[in-house]
Protein backbone atom coordinates (compact mmCIF):
# COMPACT_ATOMS: atom_id res chain seq x y z
CA UNK A 1 0.00 0.00 0.00
CA UNK A 2 1.31 3.42 -0.53
CA UNK A 3 -1.31 4.87 1.89
CA UNK A 4 -1.43 8.46 1.12
CA UNK A 5 0.08 10.39 -1.47
CA UNK A 6 -0.04 14.20 -2.65
CA UNK A 7 1.19 15.93 -5.76
CA UNK A 8 2.88 17.99 -6.18
CA UNK A 9 5.18 18.25 -3.42
CA UNK A 10 6.34 21.54 -4.17
CA UNK A 11 4.70 24.47 -5.96
CA UNK A 12 5.51 28.36 -6.30
CA UNK A 13 2.64 30.47 -7.87
CA UNK A 14 2.04 34.16 -8.50
CA UNK A 15 -0.65 35.96 -7.26
CA UNK A 16 -3.98 35.43 -9.13
CA UNK A 17 -2.68 32.18 -10.47
CA UNK A 18 -4.72 28.68 -9.94
CA UNK A 19 -3.29 24.91 -9.25
CA UNK A 20 -4.75 21.80 -7.87
CA UNK A 21 -3.57 19.94 -5.35
CA UNK A 22 -4.18 15.98 -5.58
CA UNK A 23 -4.65 13.28 -2.66
CA UNK A 24 -5.03 10.08 -3.27
CA UNK A 25 -5.21 7.03 -0.72
CA UNK A 26 -5.58 3.48 -1.32
CA UNK A 27 -6.61 2.44 1.50
CA UNK A 28 -10.26 2.72 0.50
CA UNK A 29 -10.75 5.56 3.75
CA UNK A 30 -14.48 6.99 3.26
CA UNK A 31 -13.39 10.22 5.01
CA UNK A 32 -10.39 12.74 3.38
CA UNK A 33 -9.40 16.12 4.78
CA UNK A 34 -7.24 18.95 3.55
CA UNK A 35 -5.36 20.50 6.30
CA UNK A 36 -3.00 23.91 6.15
CA UNK A 37 0.27 23.95 8.34
CA UNK A 38 1.03 27.22 9.33
CA UNK A 39 4.36 28.02 11.45
CA UNK A 40 2.78 28.60 15.33
CA UNK A 41 -0.95 28.07 14.23
CA UNK A 42 -0.64 23.99 14.57
CA UNK A 43 -2.58 22.22 11.77
CA UNK A 44 -6.09 23.84 10.60
CA UNK A 45 -8.69 22.37 8.46
CA UNK A 46 -9.66 23.51 5.47
CA UNK A 47 -12.48 20.68 3.75
CA UNK A 48 -13.35 17.63 4.33
CA UNK A 49 -15.43 14.91 2.38
CA UNK A 50 -17.25 11.74 4.74
CA UNK A 51 -18.05 9.89 0.78
CA UNK A 52 -17.35 10.23 -2.78
CA UNK A 53 -19.76 13.12 -4.12
CA UNK A 54 -19.49 15.36 -0.37
CA UNK A 55 -17.43 17.89 0.80
CA UNK A 56 -18.05 20.15 3.61
CA UNK A 57 -16.53 23.49 5.16
CA UNK A 58 -13.57 22.97 7.52
CA UNK A 59 -12.63 25.67 9.58
CA UNK A 60 -10.61 28.12 6.79
CA UNK A 61 -12.17 27.55 3.79
CA UNK A 62 -12.35 30.83 2.05
CA UNK A 63 -10.19 30.67 -1.09
CA UNK A 64 -10.05 26.70 -1.82
CA UNK A 65 -12.65 24.34 -3.10
CA UNK A 66 -12.25 20.63 -3.10
CA UNK A 67 -13.98 17.97 -4.77
CA UNK A 68 -14.10 14.19 -4.20
CA UNK A 69 -15.51 12.60 -7.73
CA UNK A 70 -13.85 9.28 -6.88
CA UNK A 71 -13.84 8.00 -3.49
CA UNK A 72 -9.95 7.32 -3.77
CA UNK A 73 -8.84 11.12 -4.61
CA UNK A 74 -9.83 14.35 -3.01
CA UNK A 75 -8.77 17.65 -4.58
CA UNK A 76 -8.28 20.85 -2.96
CA UNK A 77 -8.33 23.61 -5.85
CA UNK A 78 -7.08 27.09 -5.41
CA UNK A 79 -8.77 29.52 -7.72
CA UNK A 80 -6.60 32.69 -7.40
CA UNK A 81 -3.81 32.58 -4.98
CA UNK A 82 -2.93 34.75 -2.80
CA UNK A 83 0.45 35.40 -0.54
CA UNK A 84 -2.20 34.41 2.47
CA UNK A 85 -2.30 30.95 0.85
CA UNK A 86 1.61 30.20 1.31
CA UNK A 87 1.59 27.21 3.82
CA UNK A 88 2.05 23.51 3.64
CA UNK A 89 -0.62 21.68 2.60
CA UNK A 90 -1.61 18.06 4.44
CA UNK A 91 -4.20 15.49 2.91
CA UNK A 92 -5.42 12.83 5.45
CA UNK A 93 -7.99 9.42 5.09
CA UNK A 94 -10.01 7.58 7.85
CA UNK A 95 -12.25 5.03 8.25
CA UNK A 96 -15.41 6.57 9.43
CA UNK A 97 -15.84 4.34 12.56
CA UNK A 98 -11.89 5.35 13.16
CA UNK A 99 -11.67 9.28 12.53
CA UNK A 100 -8.81 9.27 15.55
CA UNK A 101 -7.04 7.01 12.88
CA UNK A 102 -6.12 9.40 10.26
CA UNK A 103 -3.55 8.90 7.86
CA UNK A 104 -1.51 11.76 6.38
CA UNK A 105 0.53 12.34 3.67
CA UNK A 106 3.91 13.83 2.54
CA UNK A 107 2.54 17.43 2.57
CA UNK A 108 2.83 19.59 0.02
CA UNK A 109 4.77 22.83 -0.06
CA UNK A 110 2.61 26.06 -1.65
CA UNK A 111 4.47 29.64 -2.12
CA UNK A 112 2.83 31.64 -3.36
CA UNK A 113 4.54 35.21 -4.57
CA UNK B 1 -14.88 28.09 21.13
CA UNK B 2 -12.24 24.68 21.27
CA UNK B 3 -8.92 25.51 21.64
CA UNK B 4 -6.18 23.02 22.06
CA UNK B 5 -2.83 24.67 23.88
CA UNK B 6 0.76 23.12 24.63
CA UNK B 7 4.45 24.46 24.70
CA UNK B 8 6.26 25.09 21.79
CA UNK B 9 9.51 23.87 22.66
CA UNK B 10 11.06 21.39 24.77
CA UNK B 11 14.75 20.14 25.32
CA UNK B 12 15.65 16.85 27.14
CA UNK B 13 19.08 15.10 27.37
CA UNK B 14 19.34 12.02 25.66
CA UNK B 15 17.98 8.75 27.59
CA UNK B 16 15.71 10.90 29.85
CA UNK B 17 12.05 11.16 29.87
CA UNK B 18 10.44 13.47 28.35
CA UNK B 19 7.23 15.11 28.93
CA UNK B 20 4.82 16.51 26.82
CA UNK B 21 1.74 18.71 27.99
CA UNK B 22 -1.64 19.89 26.55
CA UNK B 23 -4.91 21.47 27.81
CA UNK B 24 -7.42 21.13 25.64
CA UNK B 25 -11.18 22.84 26.05
CA UNK B 26 -14.13 20.24 24.83
CA UNK B 27 -15.06 18.62 27.95
CA UNK B 28 -17.15 16.51 25.58
CA UNK B 29 -14.09 15.24 23.51
CA UNK B 30 -14.05 11.54 22.86
CA UNK B 31 -10.35 10.95 21.98
CA UNK B 32 -6.98 12.75 22.34
CA UNK B 33 -4.28 12.44 20.32
CA UNK B 34 -0.71 12.48 20.34
CA UNK B 35 0.71 13.20 16.30
CA UNK B 36 4.46 13.26 15.61
CA UNK B 37 6.17 15.02 12.97
CA UNK B 38 9.60 14.34 11.92
CA UNK B 39 11.14 17.05 9.73
CA UNK B 40 10.01 16.94 5.87
CA UNK B 41 7.34 14.70 6.85
CA UNK B 42 3.56 14.09 7.78
CA UNK B 43 1.83 13.97 10.51
CA UNK B 44 2.33 10.25 12.28
CA UNK B 45 -0.68 9.30 14.85
CA UNK B 46 1.29 7.89 17.98
CA UNK B 47 -1.22 6.98 20.41
CA UNK B 48 -4.76 8.02 21.01
CA UNK B 49 -6.55 7.98 24.29
CA UNK B 50 -10.39 7.45 25.29
CA UNK B 51 -11.58 9.93 26.96
CA UNK B 52 -12.83 7.44 30.14
CA UNK B 53 -9.11 6.10 30.50
CA UNK B 54 -6.60 7.50 32.96
CA UNK B 55 -3.62 6.14 31.83
CA UNK B 56 -2.81 4.31 28.48
CA UNK B 57 0.99 3.12 27.93
CA UNK B 58 2.83 1.67 24.59
CA UNK B 59 5.78 0.81 25.43
CA UNK B 60 8.19 3.91 26.10
CA UNK B 61 4.78 6.22 25.30
CA UNK B 62 2.60 6.95 28.20
CA UNK B 63 -0.23 9.13 28.16
CA UNK B 64 -1.99 10.74 31.12
CA UNK B 65 -5.28 12.21 31.12
CA UNK B 66 -6.90 14.39 33.45
CA UNK B 67 -10.15 15.01 32.57
CA UNK B 68 -10.77 17.23 35.36
CA UNK B 69 -8.44 19.77 34.32
CA UNK B 70 -8.59 18.99 30.73
CA UNK B 71 -5.04 18.02 30.48
CA UNK B 72 -3.14 15.75 28.44
CA UNK B 73 0.56 14.33 28.50
CA UNK B 74 2.88 12.57 26.81
CA UNK B 75 5.66 10.83 28.45
CA UNK B 76 8.82 8.93 26.61
CA UNK B 77 11.14 7.18 28.35
CA UNK B 78 14.30 6.87 27.74
CA UNK B 79 14.43 9.43 24.84
CA UNK B 80 16.71 9.05 21.60
CA UNK B 81 17.55 10.72 18.88
CA UNK B 82 15.33 9.96 16.86
CA UNK B 83 12.22 11.11 19.37
CA UNK B 84 13.05 14.60 17.42
CA UNK B 85 10.39 16.10 16.48
CA UNK B 86 7.34 18.05 16.60
CA UNK B 87 4.63 16.49 18.77
CA UNK B 88 0.90 17.32 18.22
CA UNK B 89 -1.25 17.27 20.41
CA UNK B 90 -5.41 16.98 19.17
CA UNK B 91 -8.80 16.35 20.16
CA UNK B 92 -12.20 15.27 18.43
CA UNK B 93 -15.26 17.82 18.51
CA UNK B 94 -17.62 16.76 20.80
CA UNK B 95 -19.41 13.87 19.13
CA UNK B 96 -18.22 15.17 15.64
CA UNK B 97 -15.85 12.50 14.59
CA UNK B 98 -15.22 14.28 11.40
CA UNK B 99 -13.43 17.19 13.15
CA UNK B 100 -10.30 17.44 15.01
CA UNK B 101 -8.38 20.33 16.45
CA UNK B 102 -4.99 20.29 16.70
CA UNK B 103 -2.52 22.04 19.20
CA UNK B 104 0.16 24.51 17.44
CA UNK B 105 3.17 21.59 18.03
CA UNK B 106 5.71 21.32 20.84
CA UNK B 107 8.92 21.01 19.17
CA UNK B 108 11.18 18.26 21.38
CA UNK B 109 15.36 19.05 21.28
CA UNK B 110 17.29 16.14 22.07
CA UNK B 111 20.58 17.32 23.88
CA UNK B 112 23.50 14.86 23.66
Known amino acids: NAGVTQTPKFRVLKTGQSMTLLCAQDMNHEYMYWYRQDPGMGLRLIHYSVGEGTTAKGEVPDGYNVSRLKKQNFLLGLESAAPSQTSVYFC????????????FGPGTRLTVT | GEDVEQSLFLSVREGDSSVINCTYTDSSSTYLYWYKQEPGAGLQLLTY?????DMKQDQRLTVLLNKKDKHLSLRIADTQTGDSAIYFCAENVGNRDDKIIFGKGTRLHILP
Open chain 1, 92 to 103: ASSLPDSTYEQY
Open chain 2, 49 to 53: IFSNM
